[in-house]
């Protein structure tokens, strides 16, 4: 038996191994047409991905830029008008704007640790935009760029304004009765932190994936 086998062959091995060898070399040129990867494989998927990490990139910057210019607009309204002048009244005495410096955090708590409120909104800066390199949820994005303004319109009058460097005290003007006084960056950093809380509540992450604890 052993000796027929030997003289009749075995005419399905090498079919077999030629299917393979066929096989191999369509991998090959899958891989070679593909950069160096295999049809489906993770490095196709992240291409896929990289323009919408890149939007919601720009829609933080896009938010931080507004938030940030109409901070620093009105601060430089609120220098020029109302400084050095009496309040005005916008809903009688429940809110007014009236013109006031704050060496303090927002709301003009901690006046006497300037130097270090400085140092954390420069260090919630660097850490925004390490975020926004895995960042890939557009609610996220909001929430950051909300952030990343209020903490640089606050930051700039700490570097620019009187007394140093550093030291400079802050440009408040709403006025809500029975309440401290603030000012827009104030508001979007709030809002900011408020949006991250809700999103950390519903299990939404910045890289856009949803966890259930």
């Not at 091995?13 to 047409?33: C, H, I």
């Not at 309040?87 to 005495?93: K, L, Q, S």
Request: charged residues 25%; hydrophobic residues 50%; glycine residues 10%.
């Amino acid at each position: 038996m052993a000796e027929a086998e030997r003289i009749i062959g075995t005419p399905d091995t090498p079919d077999a191994e030629r299917d393979g060898q066929d096989r191999v070399g369509e991998d090959r040129d899958l891989r070679d047409r593909d950069g160096g990867e295999p049809a489906g494989a993770d490095g196709t998927t992240e291409a896929a991905e990289r323009p919408r990490g890149r939007r919601r990139i720009a829609v933080l910057f896009a938010v931080a830029a507004f938030a940030y210019l109409l901070d620093l607009v009105s601060k430089m309204i609120v220098v020029a008008k109302l400084e050095h002048h009496e309040p005005i009244e916008i809903i009688g005495d429940w809110l007014r704007f009236e013109a006031i410096r704050n060496a303090g955090a927002a709301f003009g708590f901690g006046e006497a640790f300037t130097v270090i409120f400085t140092v954390i909104a420069a260090a919630v800066i660097v850490v925004i935009f390490r975020l926004a390199r895995k960042l890939y949820s557009l609610p996220w994005a909001i929430a950051l760029g909300l952030l990343l303004g209020g903490a640089l319109g606050n930051l700039t009058d700490r570097i620019f304004r009187s007394p140093g460097v550093f030291e400079g005290a802050v440009v408040d003007f709403i006025a809500p009765k029975h309440f401290a006084v603030f000012n827009l960056a104030d508001s979007a950093i709030v809002c900011g932190g408020i949006l991250i809380v809700l999103l950390s509540f519903r299990g939404l992450d910045p890289d856009g994936t949803v966890h259930r604890d």
